[in-house]
């Protein structure tokens, strides 16, 4: 009696241990392919085997490593014991890069324990758009011909004899009169003014609260590519984000403002171009960059030396009497 309850001890034991080890669940995550190409969206599946009674919430942010994330479903059971889900990722670097593994916290009710199960990694391989240089480069629709309406016709005619007119009689009027005298031309504002200007009315507008983040940020990021051309004199508005920043290299005076140009900028494409969705706080983050690039990098005006020696004189003059 005493061996037949120790064996049917142990095989109960060794029947266990599989049971334990069902309770555990395993995630895999796959791609369709392992090559895409920069700024493609990458969808990333997402199986969980599991027993059936377990529920998991992703533990994923904005980010994932290099990759930023897109969009994503929730955590669906596809079955009693598999549950799926998608995200859409993209990279925006060229390269072989890693999917760090996609992680999710799981309960077992009623059991409020949280756990952590993760999905394998992945290496996928990140190209740029291949380009033949044997060939020339063309347009890839040749340019639409419009036709010219009888009535267009008839407008622009009318157009420019309306203006014939209006230069002749001005410059009648010129005769007529004496030649004025000249007139006091104020200098034109400095750039950080102009720009200070316009972020103060961007900030008015409050366009990121009524949800049009992207004319949000496409505005802060053209304010402050303008205050770059006004205050440093070169071209930016038509030039890439790294371009713009490679040409602040070459002036002192932007060195201490490199980190919030390049984030600001970069913040912005990914806005415009890749559909990010920043949070809050980076939308308020973004114009308090703006500001401070302004102000850190505007040109200090001081008075002129004979101004500044007339008014010591007029001191002078007040503390003699």
Same mark, same amino acid.
């Given at each position: 009696?005493?061996?037949?309850?120790?064996?049917?001890?142990?095989?109960?034991?060794?029947?266990?241990?599989?049971?334990?080890?069902?309770?555990?669940?395993?995630?895999?995550?796959?791609?369709?392919?392992?090559?895409?190409?920069?700024?493609? #969206?990458?969808?990333?599946?997402?199986?969980?085997?599991?027993?059936?009674? +377990?529920?998991?919430?992703? $533990? !994923? *942010?904005? @980010? &994932?490593?290099?990759?930023?994330?897109?969009?994503?479903?929730?955590?669906?059971?596809?079955?009693?014991?598999?549950?799926?889900?998608?995200?859409?990722?993209?990279?925006?670097?060229?390269?072989?890069?890693?999917?760090?593994?996609?992680?999710?916290?799981?309960?077992?009710?009623?059991?409020?324990?949280?756990?952590?199960?993760?999905?394998?990694?992945?290496?996928?391989?990140?190209?740029?758009?291949?380009?033949?240089?044997?060939?020339?480069?063309?347009?890839?629709? #040749?340019?639409?011909?419009?036709?010219?309406?009888?009535?267009?016709?008839? +407008?622009?005619?009318?157009? $420019? !004899? *309306?203006? @014939? &007119?209006?230069?002749?009689?001005?410059?009648?009027?010129?005769?007529?009169?004496?030649?004025?005298?000249?007139?006091?031309?104020?200098?034109?504002?400095?750039?950080?003014?102009?720009?200070?200007?316009?972020?103060?009315?961007?900030?008015?507008?409050?366009?990121?609260?009524?949800?049009?983040?992207?004319?949000?940020?496409?505005?802060?990021?053209?304010?402050?590519?303008?205050?770059?051309?006004?205050?440093?004199?070169?071209?930016?508005?038509?030039?890439?984000?790294?371009?713009?920043?490679?040409?602040?290299?070459?002036?002192?005076?932007?060195?201490?403002?490199?980190?919030?140009?390049?984030?600001?900028?970069?913040?912005?494409?990914?806005?415009?171009?890749?559909?990010?969705?920043?949070?809050?706080?980076?939308?308020?983050?973004?114009?308090?960059?703006?500001?401070?690039?302004?102000?850190?990098?505007?040109?200090?005006?001081?008075?002129?030396?004979?101004?500044?020696?007339?008014?010591?004189?007029?001191?002078?003059?007040?503390?003699?009497?």
């Amino acid at each position: 009696m005493m061996r037949t309850g120790v064996v049917l001890a142990v095989l109960m034991g060794l029947a266990a241990v599989p049971s334990v080890n069902a309770q555990q669940p395993s995630a895999r995550a796959w791609t369709d392919s392992s090559s895409f190409l920069v700024g493609d #969206p990458i969808t990333v599946r997402v199986e969980i085997a599991h027993h059936g009674t +377990l529920r998991f919430a992703p $533990l !994923v *942010g904005d @980010t &994932l490593g290099a990759f930023h994330i897109l969009a994503r479903t929730p955590v669906r059971s596809s079955s009693t014991t598999t549950a799926t889900a998608e995200f859409t990722v993209a990279v925006y670097d060229s390269g072989t890069v890693i999917l760090p593994p996609l992680r999710f916290a799981y309960t077992e009710p009623p059991d409020s324990t949280q756990r952590i199960v993760a999905t394998n990694p992945l290496i996928l391989t990140i190209r740029l758009v291949d380009v033949d240089t044997t060939k020339d480069i063309k347009d890839i629709k #040749p340019p639409l011909s419009i036709p010219v309406t009888v009535a267009e016709i008839s +407008l622009i005619i009318g157009t $420019l !004899v *309306g203006l @014939t &007119l209006l230069i002749y009689a001005f410059m009648q009027l010129r005769k007529r009169k004496r030649q004025p005298e000249e007139q006091y031309q104020p200098p034109p504002k400095p750039a950080h003014v102009i720009a200070l200007e316009e972020l103060a009315l961007l900030k008015m507008k409050r366009l990121w609260q009524q949800g049009l983040i992207k004319l949000y940020y496409t505005e802060v990021s053209e304010i402050v590519r303008r205050y770059f051309e006004n205050r440093f004199g070169f071209l930016s508005l038509e030039k890439t984000t790294d371009e713009t920043l490679q040409d602040l290299q070459y002036f002192a005076a932007a060195h201490p403002v490199l980190p919030q140009a390049e984030t600001l900028l970069r913040r912005a494409d990914l806005v415009k171009f890749a559909k990010y969705q920043p949070t809050i706080a980076e939308n308020e983050e973004t114009l308090a960059l703006a500001f401070e690039i302004v102000d850190r990098t505007r040109v200090i005006e001081r008075p002129a030396p004979e101004a500044h020696a007339i008014e010591q004189g007029e001191a002078s003059e007040v503390v003699h009497v």
